[in-house]
């Protein structure tokens, strides 16, 4: 996010229950790993949370986990492509 942009908790919150809902291939487990289960969903049913960086961390999370997870796909269709050659 640019720094000039600003984002309010109540907006962060809403973007990363659309991100968090979003998720699949095992991305949700990844970012548990970095982000206890307990908080993200405390996150995600409090309405009045307040952190906002927390929860702007917690979307990079799963932005980067996502990207390792497209790479790993990609890697893996690469050698099946290169074996069945």
Do not use: P
């Not at 720094?3 to 962060?12: C, P, V």
């Not at 487990?29 to 995600?44: A, F, M, N, P």
């Amino acid at each position: 996010m640019n720094k000039e942009q600003t984002i309010t908790a109540s907006e962060a919150r809403e973007k990363l229950l659309v991100v968090w809902t979003k998720c699949e291939f095992g991305v949700k487990e990844r970012v548990k790993r970095l982000h206890s289960h307990r908080t993200i969903q405390y996150i995600l049913e409090t309405e009045t949370y307040s952190n906002t960086d927390k929860v702007l961390e917690i979307i990079e999370s799963v932005k980067a986990v996502a990207q390792e997870v497209k790479d790993e796909a990609e890697a893996m269709n690469s050698s099946i492509q290169k074996s069945l050659s």
